[in-house]
């Protein structure tokens, strides 16, 4: 249901922002004709709600929400295929098991595999509604975490124009916390590697007097980068602050400047929809990490709410 729900909703979010297609979060269409990719869409979200709230119904009905199913089931894997071959040609780098698009197909085939023992037309028990419930909590607790593992773990670089780094904390003294200098030095490796030759650096105050984007400047200065390379945001409050401020940094220019996004792989998804929801392309890079934080279960969890937060607000 909820996946019915979010395909229908991403379909009429798209009034509101044209050209935003939020439905590439979970399977990506545009190998096909855009009038059969958005009934594709429509009819899909419809038959999958209808499952959810009514899984025993007609034959005819079920034999039809399962064609749709199969078509899904063929573009993901599909999708599955396109990853793997980028992976082989080098073009992009992979930390994930498997690409989100595995999981998809996964998902959709557990539906599928319900859908042919549930089709007799009988009354819904309480049970069922509460297992509704139940697995609606679970899959929105999972598909962010889903897109963190295997999207944020995916290393998108390639020549850019500009390196933009999401600010974190800086503690009290000065120092930037270990995400953020992670971040930084994952972005001076890239500017040092050619992929780009200036650098952005947004975020808003520390923990102290020092300001993020001060420490983030400092960092890179140390680690060869020299300062007229460097850019600052000084009011990237946020992430949705710094996509903004970026663009109107850059509105008016053409072409549009080709960005890489650097920042930990948990925040990737977010930084991710708040550009392509200005219409933005960008390429995303995760931070090597040093070692494992300390409260990553945390950021996690905090970053599946903020991640639904931006979905559902995205002003």
């Not at 498997?98 to 998902?107: D, E, H, I, Q």
């Not at 030759?197 to 140390?222: I, K």
């Not at 392509?276 to 392309?281: C, F, G």
């Amino acid at each position: 249901m909820l996946l019915g729900t979010f395909t229908l909703l991403n379909v009429l979010g798209e009034l509101r922002n044209p050209g935003f297609d939020a439905n590439l979060w979970w399977i990506d269409l545009r190998f096909t004709n855009r009038a059969f990719n958005k009934s594709l869409m429509v009819a899909a979200g419809i038959g999958l709600i209808e499952f959810g709230v009514r899984p025993r119904f007609a034959p005819l009905r079920g034999w039809g929400l399962g064609l749709l199913l199969a078509v899904l089931m063929t573009a993901a894997t599909y999708n599955w295929w396109t990853f793997h071959r980028l992976v082989a040609a080098h073009v992009v780098q992979s930390r994930a098991f498997l690409p989100l698009s595995a999981v998809v197909v996964g998902a959709l085939a557990v539906i599928f595999w319900g859908l042919l023992f549930r089709t007799r037309a009988m009354p819904s028990l309480p049970l069922d509604r509460v297992a509704m419930i139940a697995t609606v909590a679970f899959s929105a607790l999972m598909f962010p975490l889903a897109q963190m593992y295997c999207f944020g773990m995916t290393d998108y670089r390639r020549p850019a124009d500009l390196i933009v780094v999401f600010g974190c904390l800086v503690h009290a003294d000065g120092r930037p916390s270990m995400a953020l200098a992670d971040r930084v030095t994952t972005a001076v490796e890239l500017f040092h590697a050619g992929f780009a030759d200036r650098l952005l650096f947004s975020g808003g105050p520390g923990s102290g007097d020092v300001h993020e984007t001060e420490a983030m400047r400092n960092l890179a200065m140390e680690l060869g980068v020299p300062s007229e390379a460097i850019e600052l945001d000084r009011d990237g409050l946020n992430t949705q602050a710094t996509v903004h401020n970026l663009i109107a940094r850059y509105e008016g220019r053409a072409p549009q400047p080709r960005v890489l996004a650097v920042s930990n792989f948990y925040h990737l998804p977010r930084i991710k929809l708040c550009f392509r929801r200005s219409q933005w392309e960008v390429s995303t890079v995760p931070a090597v990490d040093s070692r494992r934080l300390y409260y990553l279960e945390r950021y996690m969890l905090r970053e599946v709410a903020a991640l639904w937060w931006y979905y559902l607000n995205p002003n």
